[in-house]
Structures are given as structure tokens and as C-alpha cells.
């Protein structure tokens, strides 16, 4: 077994100081603190503030030098004027890595800002000391306790996620757990002064704990070592990438919000694809190939067949499907005589996508549909979907009948008895009414392994990316 | 006053006949009788059907000639092979209109369909009876009680929609109402046997009650005349539509959903283009784009300002109004000295996007920014924005603590003050920890009448089509 990737240690402190926690909604200690009191950690978490003795019930030491033990760990909630001082703190004190919250480094574009920040680069540097930011949310990693903020799972997983901001990071790191992927660790690295996109790259190309990179990027400041490291990441697994700041007013944008020089859309799309890595248009998409990845065996090609309910759906999905590079094989006669042997119903549509209109009557011939499916030979990807809010039946009856529910339980159990590649849809619910259905389903088919897309052009989409990721490599 | 439009009496029946009620879950008394049960008609309400005595505690008689008064209004649910004889009977009773959910006629491709609508359209038009459908689920029209199903509203407003789907046209009418916007009438058209596409954009081109139009449709039988009633509804108001089957695939399934023929693409788009309507690609941009000609006074030109909350949103939301041909203007100097003379905090954003990240500590500062936007000339719309789940702040802060509240409550009293168009972004929250505030505050900006678009990409798209339209028209 290789040793650890050089920077595994930033994210297994053993100790841990949050510097300018404060009390009250909205404050720091909210933010950081929380975590670390309701999901645990192993070692010792230490408060420092100048004039406050206790935040959240927990004591707070003046500076970090009059806590009793190691630091391993500094989260950094101060004023950017004194970080430099902190800095020097963190040196004598022995700190392996400050996470900077902190902003007002060379994000604001002042003379004074992007001073601060080079010095404290430059006492970072010079004694060893490793920095995450400023201007981030540092560092989920759920196996150690440490969190970007509350309300993040403690479900480890195999997801790495690369954030140049920390709003994006945090949206990533929960849409994932809904979506049923955790996360084996995040990193918003705004300003990325010390600690950067190509360091986190490198970093997650040799993790064995990660399996899908995927990278939220507004702006580098090292061209070539950035595509170098990119190349390494996308050479040894998928790697998704979104690039913030496409715009000339987006990357004015990033500029202000993290430093960035963002670079023009073209050499980016050039970096990224000559480097073998994904690109995506938004932070959702980056969700949708991950989980294509994560959950589903790759497809022998792109024949896909689509079952479900409703008409109209069934019409917009083999549009969207079709505008997705993907084919809709025709039915054979053998898998229609197989289907209408056993219902004769009107209303019905018997090409591919195939609409099982009367599930009223029983799931009998909804689970034959699947197997039939499942065993024909001239389809590489089944995808069963559902859709709430569009159907001809009341959400009330639809859903109180424990329709929904059914339909989705057999899916599962059907799922899972099939080798064939399959992803489901169940088509995004915004309703007061189905909007509960649907997220506790989506729960049931998450818990079962299953890749969920939340609409036929986003299940298009990623599978289009994902089989075509395959075909490249094949 | 003009007189009402030809096909207005089809809106507004004095007694309805509901033709193979059952009682059961998901059967047709739960969808189509239950509305006249809970949300009430005007009129008498009778249920037919052959074998039953009583449906959900109702009467029901053997025939329609057995009820004791007129009927003008025939709810359709029963057999296609049993429809010929049924069209006699309305024949007889009088009957105006016959509403057909009952499929198996043309869509089905068998002889035997198509024959069967051939003599239902022959009884109809020998006689004067009108048909919608068959294969279709009637009519919405609030002001009169007629429902597509139960749940619907019964607010009454200027959206009209021509839907070939049902589910569709469900699905339209549900999410209307969710983002604020209420029916005029929708007909589910289905096959379009009788009253099809054309005649339906004819009327809705001449009905004073709607404001706006909205078009799903798969196919059409008579181009040319579909020509001349898309015309004249777009030239007598916005006319938005979708088409279903741009694909081969799609087009084929919609020939089994509908039998409808959908034509080429390119010549579709050419229809909509030279008659003035606009096309969309999805559901949602039908209502999205809606909203902007039913809530948003015509904006000068396409300079936009956003404001809102969080560094990684700003950038991606830059990104994707420029990606719709608007511009975002820089600060100019007197703008950021009437901002920043209020301010001097690090981590915000003063470029245009304007992150405004501080608001746990009040609203007056968010108050002031948009009213010193709301004045400033150099932009023509004004898009406050709020992302419930890109957050670096725990959703239990962000919103038990009312925040998220008081930002949409300021939102929604600062805009109606204001002179400029705007328009609120609430990103989509899809986790169940935000959905419910989500929700109830999407509400909260809808009641106030304002327009809301689900994300800065949906935003950007409905107003780059409906300033475009409103440029081609000046």
C-alpha cells in the first residue's frame, strides 16, 4: 500500500482552535462551533477570543497561547488586520493549518488587502504553517469531525469536492447527501493564497477514500500547473469541473469574490477537455455525473428504453432523451407481444418510451414491464421514471392512495434484481402537496443505491456525459 | 362591447353529465366528480352510469335520457366501442358539448380507433354537438366550475392555455398557481377530433377575459390553417408556445399519445417565428415566460442589476443573465458612494452583481441597496435575489431565526414602491430543511403580485424573450 497523499494530513487534526467565535444567530459560533458540539469530535475543541470568556457555554481562552494543549487546527473569524499577528501566534503555538473564514484579503482589490494576504502567505510559508483561504469555509471531512458548517451529514463517502467558494461548497455538500452521495471530504479554498486548486487536485487524485472529483474553479493563478494537475486528477478518476466566471462580468465577479483571474471561456474549455476532464454548465449538473458515476455500471452504448406514466411526459422525455445524443430503440415484436399479452388497455402508449398508464389496478404488470425491459437485449440503459405534478390525477389520490410509494418500492425491489444499467427519474415535485412524496421516494431509492435524476434532461445529460467519458477511454 | 367569441358557450355549461363515474381510488368519480363535490357548480350535476345505482353517495342513472332535466355538458369516461351510441343519446338530450377522457380512437394507429372517432365526429357535426378530445381531460374554467381534475384552483385570472396533453395541461394549471398566476381556461384537447388547436387559439385570441395565451401542442392536421389562428392570437396578444415531438422519437410517441402528425422542425420553427409567437423548450418556460408579460411592465432596455446573498451565486448568476443577452452595468461612482457610504464590510461584492452578505445584523442596509438601485438610470430592471440552499449559513439559521422572512417581507414592500421593472429570483430549495420557507415565501411574493423565477437562468430566458418581443414590436 502507497503512503499517504502529502497534504492527508490537513485533514486529521487531532486538536482543534476556533479563533473569533462569537455568540448570537448568524454568528460565527453558529456557524463553526455548532457542528463541533452537536456532530462530536475526537479531540479537543478550544475557543479563543480577546474579551469574551464564554461562547455557547463553552470557555474561551484569550489567545491561543494560554490553551493548555497542542493546536493542530485553527479556524480563523477575525478581523483580516489581525491575522498577521495570529499568524505568528499559530507558529509558535505549532499549528499545522489555519482555515480562514476571514475575508478582506486580495478579493477587495485594495493596496492594504492584498498586503495582509501576502504576509500572511509569507509566515505561513517560512515556518510551515498551511492556510485554506482566506475568504472560504474550509474543510468537510466527515470520517474526522469537521465540518464547513452545521447541517452537514456525518456519512462518509467517495465524492471530493473542490470549492473556490464557500456558499457553492456547502450547496454541493448537501445537495449531495439528498441525492444519497457522501462526501469523502470537501474543501472551499477561496482566495486559495497558500493551499490551492492545483495542491486540492493533486491532493484527490491519490485519495483512496475518493472516487468522483468534482471542482467548482472561478479563477488560477498558475496555468500550467493547474492543467498538469487537472491531467493528474482526470487520469485517475472522473473529474467534473464547473467553471464560475465564464462571462467577462462573471469573472469581474469572481474576481471580487475570490481573486481570480478567470481566463477566457475558450482556453478553458481547451484545459479542460485536452486534460480528459468533464465540464458542466452548473453546480447541479456536477451532481447528476458524479452520481452517474458513482451508481451506475457503464452502458454497453446509448440505446435507452423510458417507462413511466402520462402521455405528455413520456413525449418531452424522448425529446429530451434524443436531444442527449442517446437512441430510443423501437419496441420488437418480441418484447411488445411479451408487454400486450397481458393488457389491452386504452390510453396506453406501446412504442419506447412506453406509458403504463393504469397502476391503479395493480403493480403486477408495472414490475412485468420492468423485467421485460430489463431482459431485452437491444437496450443498453432502462430508466423507469415518475412524475408528480405531472399527471392527470389529483396529487391527493395519487399520493394518499400510497400510489407513489408503490411504484417507486417496486422499482427498487426490481432494480435490484437487474444487471442491466439503470437510472430512475422522478421528475422534480415543486408542490406543497408532492413536494413531501417526493423527497421521502427519493430517500427510498437513494437508500437503495439507485442513481436518481430529478428531470429526463438532466438523466440525458449525465448519461450522455458518463457513456461518453467511457467511449473516449474505450 | 364586441359580442363574446364564437366557442364561448363551451365554457360556461348550465348542467353537466358525468358519463361512467366509478367510486374507487384513481377511478373517474374521484377525478372528475369530485370537484363539482368540493369546489361546487352553479348547476345541476348528474352522474350516468350503466350498472350503478350511486357513485360517492351520488344517484346515478341508467342512461342520459333518464335524467329529468337538460343537459348541456357531457364528461365522456366510458368505453370508445360504447361512444357512437352515447354521441346518439347527447344528440337527443340536447347535449352542447361532449368532453371525451375515453381514449382508443385515432392515437391508437388500429382501424378500428380511427373509425370509431371517424363516426363520433360525424354524429357531432351532423348534429351540432361539439367534442373536445377524445383522449383529453376537458375543461378548466374556473369562473364556470368546470375542473380538469380536483385540486385545481378557483381563482379565476387572464392565463388561457391550449394543451394537447392532459397531464400537461394539469401540470400547467398546477404550477400557475404555485408561481402566482391564475387560469382564464385551459382545454386538454387530446386528439383534437372537433374543437382542435386552431379553433381553441381563435377563441382564446378573442376572449377578453385572457391576457395571455400558452400553447402545449404535439401535432396538427391542417397547417395552414394552424398558421392564420396562431397568428391571429399572436398579434392579438403574447402567445407562448411548446412543442412536444421535436424529435423523431418524440414525434412518434406523440402519434401514439395523441395522433397527432408533428411535422419537421424546421418547418415548426418557422411557423412560430413568422407568426409572432414565441417558442419555448420546456413546461416551465411556458409559465416562466407568462409571468414576465403578466407581471413585468415593459423594461426599457437589458440592463440589469442583481443583488442578493452569497459569493459563488453572484458569479454563476452573472453568468447566466449574460449568457441571455443582458448586460449588467458596472457600480457607477455615484452609486457605490450612496452603498458604500453605509458600509465598509469585507467579504461583500461591490461590483453589479452586489453581494450583500451581512444581513443578520438588519434589513436597512438591503432596504437602502435596492432603493438606490430602484433610482439609478443607467439600469431598465432591478433582480433582487435570495438562494435558500447556496448558503454558507446552516438553513436552520438561515431561516428559524426569520431571516429569509424578512428579506422576501423587505423585498416585496421596497418593490412596491418602486417605479423600475423587477423581477425576484428565489433559487429552487429542494432540501427538505428549505423547501417549506421556500415555498411559503414564494407565496408571500406572488400575493404581492410580483413576478418569481426559480433560478437566474429561467429569469434571464423569460426576460430576454419577453424584452425581445416587446423590441420587435417597437
Redesign the interface.
Known sequence: MSALPKLDYIFHPESVAIVGASD????MG??FL?PFLTQGFKGPVYLVHKKKTEVMGMKCYPSLKDIPGPVDYVIVAI??FNTPDLMKECVEKGVKVCTFF????SE?GSEE?IKLEHKIVEIAKTNGVRIVGP?S?GIYCPSSGLY????LSSRTGHLGIV?????????LS??SE?RGVAISKAVSYGNGCDINESDLLEYFAEDRETKVIVV?I?GIKDGKRFFSALKKAADSKPTIILK???????A???A???GALSGSTNSWNAIIKQAGAIQVN??DELIDVSLAFLYISPPKGRRVSIMGV???????S??SL??SNL??P?LSDEVKKKLQRRRHN??Y?????I?TLD??KGMDEFRNTIEVLAQWDEIDILIPHL?Y??????????ID?G?TRNIVNVMVDCIKRIKKPVAIVLH?A????T?QAF?EELRICCEGGIAVF?SM?AAGNALDKFIGYHEMRS
Chains 1, 2 share one sequence.
Open positions: 448570537g444567530v448568524g454568528s453558529s456557524m455548532k478581523s483580516a476571514s475575508a478582506g484579503f477587495s488587502g475568504n469555509m464547513l458548517s452545521s447541517g470549492c473556490q467558494s464557500g456558499g457553492n461548497a456547502i450547496y448537501r445537495i439528498m467548482y472561478e464560475g466566471g465564464k462571462t467577462e462580468i462573471g469581474a465577479t469572481a471580487s469574490h475570490t452548473d453546480l402520462g402521455g405528455g411526459v413520456s413525449v418531452l424522448a425529446d434524443l436531444s437512441s430510443l423501437p386504452p390510453g402508449i406501446y412504442t419506447n418510451p406509458d397502476l391503479f412524475a405534478d405531472i399527471m392527470g390525477i389529483d396529487p391527493e389520490i395519487w392512495s400510489l422534480y415543486s408542490l406543497p402537496k413536494y423527497s430529478l434532461e
